[in-house]
């Protein structure tokens, strides 16, 4: 280890939430060096004061929104990759890089020979769219908001001699092959966002989403749903960062710690989570198991749970059969109602499992997403479910014979499959499910 303390940091504003001193600092000591990482809290006009002293006190630093394009009038030069962009992230001995695109690269989206739907075309938006020309795309869509900005990126592309664009409208239904999502639409806390809707996914074989908080979208979880290649913007953050390391220290072999790297990518999905508390709600049909892998889960996570029914007798002083016998199916729903909303205005992380009945009601769906929340739907066959429940005890709605259950499975399914974010399979055993659910966000099981 080194002896002298290297000084590293992070320019830009807001700072708060930066996950880099994390991965930095643990990064240098996997490696060895002796080394700090702070934030600089600094504006768009505090650059011109703070940023001659930096230059000279600091080993190297970071630089984020909004410093990406103005940093470059104070440096003494630009690497090819700073250049290839027309932004900075990172900065040696005077000299402006760029490491994004490299941690888009060790994503590994496909793009060679794909028609290209990029969402969005902000700072991340523009490297999205220089790595899909440069990966060979076919042709990128760019659906943004504000127009001049797809138009300017157009021209970035042109300049770079990429010509197959096409700038739409944002609410352009035209999706592709691959669906890149340049947008905070999803990120925490509204992770009930979703940037284009479901059904454009239907033609798309991939989807990447740059945001990582939550370490999968909600539209991360649909596409990783319905089979298809999905990603979201953790590796890609832990990549540029491991990357600008490697420019800071040139004398080390990083490759000799693929390991080490390995196990903070990991910690770092886990710190995500810690720090940008999720709500999972758990549905599916009674015996789908919800209560007990959301009970697995919620430990497995650390974080609390509650399961809906109890908050219902609780609430009602009533056990479920009770309530039905006294206030009517309707009954039950509005108290089942109200202990969803009051569960989901509190405050910190929850696994909630859902009654059988309650995501299917018109409207709970939206109020979860409203809420912050991410539904997980575990399937399971009637057989299994009416296996599950042979006793029959606690559930007024199986009393009524196998025709009814399945007539009322065979209602609700397709309602649960069109509220799911993340879709499971409910006939395995609860372990292998909650296994399911944390390799969705990345978590390693
Ligand atoms: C119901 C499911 C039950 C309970 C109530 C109604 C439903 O919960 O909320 O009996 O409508 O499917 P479980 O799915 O946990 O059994």
């Known amino acids: 280890m080194s002896t002298t303390l290297r000084r590293f940091g992070l320019?830009?504003?807001?700072?708060q939430h930066s996950l880099s001193p994390f991965i930095h600092e643990r990064i240098m000591d996997a490696a060895g060096i002796k080394g700090e990482y702070k934030l600089y809290e600094l504006g768009e006009g505090?650059?011109?004061r703070e940023l001659p002293?930096?230059?000279?006190?600091l080993d190297g630093f970071n630089c984020t929104i909004p410093h990406k394009l103005q940093?470059?009038?104070?440096?003494?030069?630009?690497?090819?990759?700073?250049?290839?962009?027309?932004?900075v992230n990172t900065v040696y001995r005077g000299v402006g890089y760029n490491t994004d695109g490299f941690g888009f690269q060790s994503s590994c989206v496909p793009l060679r020979g794909k028609r290209v739907c990029l969402i969005g075309a902000g700072g991340v938006a523009r490297v999205l769219a220089v790595e899909a020309a440069r990966a060979g795309a076919r042709e990128i869509v760019i659906r943004a908001r504000r127009p001049e900005r797809a138009l300017e990126l157009a021209s970035l592309l042109a300049g770079l001699g990429f010509s197959q664009v096409k700038c739409l409208d944002f609410q352009a239904r035209e999706s592709g092959d691959v669906l890149l999502?340049?947008?905070?639409?999803?990120?925490?806390?509204?992770?009930?966002?979703?940037p284009v809707p479901a059904e454009e996914l239907a033609g798309a074989a991939a989807v990447f989403d740059t945001i990582y908080n939550p370490t999968a979208t909600r539209l991360v979880l649909k596409a990783k749903s319905k089979g298809l290649w999905a990603r979201g913007g953790l590796k890609m953050l832990f990549a540029q960062a491991v990357a600008a390391q490697r420019i800071w220290h040139?004398?080390?072999?990083?490759?000799?710690?693929?390991?080490?790297?390995?196990?903070?990518?990991?910690?770092?999905?886990?710190e995500v989570l810690k720090r940008s508390p999720l709500k999972l709600v758990l549905s599916g049909f009674m015996g789908a198991g919800k209560t007990h892998v959301g009970g697995l889960l919620a430990q497995r996570l650390g974080i609390p749970f509650v399961d809906l029914d109890e908050a219902v007798t609780r609430r009602a002083q009533?056990?479920?059969?009770?309530?039905?016998?006294?206030?009517?199916?309707?009954?039950?729903?509005?108290?089942?109602?109200?202990?969803?909303?009051a569960e989901l205005s509190s405050s910190g992380p929850l696994v909630l499992a859902a009654g059988g009945g309650a995501v299917?009601?018109?409207?709970?769906?939206?109020?979860?997403?409203?809420?912050?929340g991410l539904i997980i739907y575990l399937d399971v066959s009637l057989e299994t479910a009416l296996a599950r429940c042979a006793s029959g005890e606690g559930r007024p709605l199986l009393q009524k014979g196998r025709e009814a259950a399945a007539a009322l499975y065979a209602q609700r399914r397709p309602l649960y499959k069109a509220a799911a974010d993340l879709w499971v399979d409910g006939n395995e055993q609860a372990a292998v499910v909650v296994d399911a659910i944390l390799a969705a966000f990345e978590l390693e099981v």
Not at 53 to 57: A, I, P, R, T
Not at 318 to 341: D, N, P, T, V, Y
Not at 360 to 372: F, K, S, T, Y
């Open 71 to 87: 940093v470059r009038s104070f440096l003494k030069g630009l690497d090819s990759s700073a250049q290839l962009y027309g932004a």
């Open 181 to 194: 999502n340049g947008t905070p639409v999803g990120m925490w806390p509204d992770v009930g966002g979703l």
């Open 318 to 341: 009533l056990s479920i059969a009770e309530i039905f016998s006294q206030l009517g199916e309707e009954g039950f729903r509005q108290l089942e109602r109200e202990c969803l909303e």
């Open 53 to 57: 002293k930096l230059l000279n006190e």
């Open 46 to 48: 505090d650059l011109a």
């Open 250 to 270: 040139p004398e080390l072999d990083f490759g000799l710690l693929q390991g080490e790297l390995a196990r903070i990518e990991q910690e770092l999905a886990w």
């Open 360 to 372: 299917v009601q018109g409207g709970a769906a939206q109020l979860i997403h409203d809420r912050g």
């Open 11 to 15: 320019i830009g504003k807001p700072l």
